[in-house]
Nanobody, 123 residues
């Protein structure tokens, strides 16, 4: 089991950039597939981006492809989500999640979750 703590959320304007950070502890960081999910009010939690243990393979939701970049720093046990050209529809609570094994897009496949960080994009 790994403990996850997100940070970096906030209120930004459309077109701005923001970087989220997720600190992991309590497990072997490199053995976990890490992902970012988000959940907007009244909507289901959705996959945003994922990265494998080595950092060499990433996946993105179509809605963020080309605007968001996921990365990980094994020395710091952190995973990041760099968000560019933010849109109103990116407004949501963003969650960091971890699972042992390979890429999965369903939140049901993830064992460990952070508490979430709010991202609000205004016009």
């Amino acid at each position: 089991q790994v403990q996850l703590v997100e940070s970096g959320g906030g209120l930004v304007q459309a077109g701005d950039s923001l970087r989220l950070s997720c600190a992991a502890s309590g497990g072997t960081f490199s053995s976990y597939y890490m992902a970012w999910f988000r959940q907007a009010p009244g909507k289901e939690r959705e996959f945003v981006a994922g990265i494998n243990g080595s950092g060499g393979s990433t996946y993105y939701a179509d809605s963020v492809k080309g605007r968001f970049t996921i990365s990980r720093d094994s020395a710091k046990n952190r995973v990041y989500l760099q968000m560019y050209s933010l849109k109103l529809e990116d407004t949501a609570v963003y969650y960091c999640a971890a699972r042992r094994g390979y890429y999965r897009s369903s939140p049901d496949r993830y064992d460990d979750w952070g508490q979430g960080t709010q991202v609000t994009v205004s016009s």
